[in-house]
Every structure is written in C-alpha cells, then in structure tokens.
C-alpha cells in the first residue's frame, strides 16, 4: 500500500497568499478608493446643493417680481374700476345734458320786429334732489324713495316790446313743435311787463322761459 505524505517546511509567516495582490496592499487601496468615492460624493452633494440655492434665490426673486406685479395689477384693477364709474357718469351727463344752440339759432327768427332785446341769458342751473318715482301723496325724500338729481335751467329775455301782443305771439313761438323738445314753459313775471316811462311807446318786459330738466339717477 502506497502513501503520498506530504510535509510543509514553511513557516506561517512565510506562506505566501494565492490571491495576485497581497492582503496588505488591497486594503490601502481600498481604504484610498473609499476615500475618493466619498470626496467624489461630498463634491456631488455640495454642487446639488448650490444648484438649489440658485434655484431658490431665483425662485424668490420671480416671487418679489411676481408680488410687485400682483400689486400693479391691483392698483389698474382700483384705476378700472374708478374709470369705468367716470365713464358711466358721462354717459348719465351725456343723456341729461341740454343743448341750447337750436333756441338760440332760432330766436332771430321767432322774435317779432316790434321787440327789441336788451338781454339773454340762461340762468344758473339749480340742482334738487327729488323721488325718481314719488308715491301719491308721499313727501319727497321719504325713506325708501329712489332719489334722482335734477336741475332746472331756463331763459331769461328782457328788452322793450310795442305791446303785450307781441309777447303773447313770442310765448306761441316758444311753445310750438319747434321748441317743445326743450321748453316746457313761458312766463312773463308778475309787473315786469310795465311802462318805459317818458313819451316812449314802448314797454319794458321779461319773459323766462323754463326748459327740460336735466335728470341724474
């Protein structure tokens, strides 16, 4: 019988290890690979987190522009709103207003020859506040009437006249289709039709004619 015996004349720190690169070496290199993949990662995260601060800086400062528009956008909102109360206040003066040219392009032609005017005028207008609708037997201004403003205008005439015809026939004039759509009334003031005195034939007067009303709601 045939025995394989066989002796090792090694010492253990002699043996040598059967891996191509010794256990002493790997694990420097190792420890140095381990140390660059985590400069390499602490350099990553450091240039990850100066990427989000510059996003957030930018993200903030869209967020000032955003909140200075936001206030300029409200301030035209306020400025739209305010021009848009003036337009429809136009639009109610525009829809109340009076318009005289025709009255006095045509007075040359309705004063008789028998008058002469000493002065024309259009007096001041007067604003009330008056119940757009009143109620029968309501006083104005009672609670729960819709107010509306209105102001009374009218036409002041004086000069001398032949006679109290030539007034009466002026009055006709006035209150004919022509004028309607304006003149509402015609008055000669209680005494102002009166004598010029002196030999004069002639007679003072006034007559005030009242036009349409100018209505605000």
Known sequence: M??????????????????????????PLLSCLLVLIVLFAAGL??????????????IILKQDDLKNSHREFTELKKRERVTLMEAEQFESYLGGRLVYAPVLLDLPRVVP???QL????????????????????????AKGDKMSDREAVGLRLAGLVNSASSIDAL???????????????????????????????????????????????
């Open 45 to 58: 995260l450091r240039l990850k987190r100066k990427s989000l601060e510059v996003a957030i800086a930018d």
């Open 113 to 115: 020859p028998t008058m």
């Open 2 to 27: 045939s025995q394989t015996i066989h002796i090792n004349l090694l010492k253990k720190t002699e043996r040598r290890s059967p891996l191509p690169v010794r256990f002493r070496v790997m694990v």
């Open 118 to 141: 000493a002065s024309l005028q259009i007096t001041a207008p007067v604003r009330v506040l008056l119940p757009a609708s009143p109620k029968k037997g309501a006083l104005a201004g």
């Open 171 to 217: 009055k006709a004039e006035f209150l004919s289709e022509t004028f309607t759509n304006l003149i509402v009334g015609v008055e000669v003031p209680q005494g102002s039709f009166k004598a010029s005195g002196g030999a004069s034939a002639y007679y003072l007067f006034e007559l005030n004619a009242a036009f349409t009303e100018r209505v605000f709601k």
